[in-house]
């Protein structure tokens, strides 16, 4: 299918909103055109609608072209952003896996979208043979999440790959967490996009870069998407500190290597004293920033925690996540902590 016709109908004819900032772009004058207030605040002036300078910078991390990046408000805007863009409500349809992250199905049934919601196997996997039974002429969107929260594994992007060149609308590969994986660039989807324009791979600064504050998302897809995503967003979704802070915290990408590494290392020692828990009937292996382990008494070791100071995430969703928490790995400080806690669990 072409593009074009991945577009709803509205979007393919909208003509943008065409903002100050867009429509005059150099330096050093006097600005009179946007109806801000002259005077310094640091902040007077709306940021660029298009963070050129970000994007060079998260080019430059990333190793793609700048003209296929969007950011967003948060990958939370580019996941509602891609759904309003492509799905005609009442009409058209996606698919999503459960469990998994909620927000696209959230944001199907805000966008008035059919959510198809197909149930991952027992190792947390989509089912490959069969996923296409649930495909049909009104399919848009296709949601692959690797790796995935909340099971912490990853899908082969091999399969990914097959699905790519089967499916005729957007695969969208959302990997929030792919810079917690060990030897992630060539895991990643961004390899496949340069080769399929119908998939877009959804990044992050707020996990690895630790920046969930300043709600920074990527986007990398084809130029012709991009153009149309640009029209739909509002013109200043990424506000003057958050694109500074950004462009700041990229160029460190040490800090950023360290931190990954300490982060990593932690995870695998929790999972391993983990499996020697008692209390946890079931421990999974993870590659991202969290471990999933199951639990008898789910809500009591919830509420023990909680009262002393560690908040964890019940993840508590039948059939397959039964009595299931989620536990994100903090600092060695925190992690020494939480085990402490746990081996003294007395019920
Ligand atoms: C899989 C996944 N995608 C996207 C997001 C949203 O991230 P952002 O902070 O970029 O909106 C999350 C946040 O938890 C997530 O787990």
Redesign the pocket.
Known sequence: MEIEQLIRDNIRVLKGYSCAREEFTGQGVTFLDANESPYDTGYNRYPDPYQRELKEAVARVKGVDPRRLILGN????L?DLLIRSTCEPGRDNLIVFSPS?S?YEVCGHVNGAEVRVIDLGDHFEPPWETLFDRVDERTRLLFF?TPN?PTGNRWPLERIREVAERFTGWVVV?E??MDFVTGGEAASAISLQARFPRVVV?Q???KAWGL?GL???IGIACPELIAYLNRVKPPYNINTPAQRAAIEALADTATFRERVATIVRERERLYRAFLEMACFERVYPSEANFLLARCPAYGELYDYLVRHGVVIRVRHIPPLLERCLRFSVGTPAENDRLMELLLHWQR
């Open positions: 948060g990958s939370d805007e996941i992250y927000m999440c929260n959302d929030a967490y959804l992050t600064l707020s969930a709600r920074v998302g």
